[in-house]
Antibody, heavy 120, light 107 residues
Framework: EVQLVESGGGLVQRGGSLRLSCVAS????????MNWVRQAPGKGLEWVSY????????YYGDSVKGRFTISRDNAKNSLYLQLNSLRAEDTAVYYC?????????????WGLGTLVTVSS | EIVLTQSPATLSLSPGERATLSCRAS??????LAWYQQKPGQAPGLLIY???NRATGIPARFSGSGSGTDFTLTINSLEPEDIAVYYC?????????FGGGTKVEIK
């Protein structure tokens, strides 16, 4: 069974930093690209970032470009998101998500999410 | 950036009725559109991929149609467990984008 488990969320001050992790199991992690998607409280879904299976390609949403960095360690089956220069509007549940069966950009697996709260 | 506009924002129907949800793209996304269901307190789950294909294990009462800029998710014979917010998502162009969601309520 494929599982994605996020961690690293918490309360951080505006301007601060945080590193999120997502550990994958039940799949050959190194074969799949991965993504981060976030959801502000009571709001809709927002795609944040993509990383290819070999880390050669990375993409970001406009709202996080230059502040967030996605990375992965295939030896540890782990995906990361470094969040810098945090703003109040970055407060959200952050999900890691992957497309395994229906195309890499169609997300058939999601973690349960980790909550990031940015205080002002 | 491709903007996906979902309508209506909220849909209130009785069990057994048909739900019709719309997703309109600001430019063509071909068939590269997916639908997700998010139940309260849960992560989203994939329903439909490439506009009209049901994901594994999705009941036949869920169907998708459309191409280009206009897409529809239909739930035939609504059941109480279908209470959720439904999102569309395009993978045709970077950045990937989601619609704002349609909340389906049971009368």
């Amino acid at each position: 069974e494929v599982q994605l488990v996020e961690s690293g969320g918490g309360l951080v001050q505006r301007g601060g930093s945080l590193r999120l992790s997502c550990v994958a199991s039940g799949l050959t992690f190194r074969n799949y690209s991965m993504n981060w998607v976030r959801q502000a409280p009571g709001k809709g879904l927002e795609w944040v970032s993509y990383i290819s299976s070999n880390s050669r390609a990375m993409y970001y949403g406009d709202s996080v470009k230059g502040r967030f960095t996605i990375s992965r360690d295939n030896a540890k089956n782990s995906l990361y998101l470094q969040l810098n220069s945090l703003r109040a509007e970055d407060t959200a549940v952050y999900y890691c998500a992957g497309g395994l069966w229906f195309g890499e950009l169609t997300f058939d697996y999601w973690g349960l999410g980790t909550l990031v709260t940015v205080s002002s | 950036e491709i903007v996906l506009t979902q309508s209506p924002a909220t849909l209130s129907l009785s069990p057994g009725e048909r739900a019709t949800l719309s997703c309109r793209a600001s430019q063509s996304v071909s068939i590269y559109l997916a639908w997700y269901q998010q139940k309260p307190g849960q992560a989203p789950g994939l329903l439909i991929y490439d506009a009209s294909n049901r994901a594994t294990g999705i009941p036949a009462r869920f169907s998708g149609s459309g191409s280009g800029t206009d897409f529809t998710l239909t739930i035939n014979s609504l059941e109480p467990e279908d209470i959720a917010v439904y999102y569309c998502q395009q993978r045709s162009h970077w950045p990937l984008t989601f619609g704002g969601g349609t909340k389906v309520e049971i009368k």
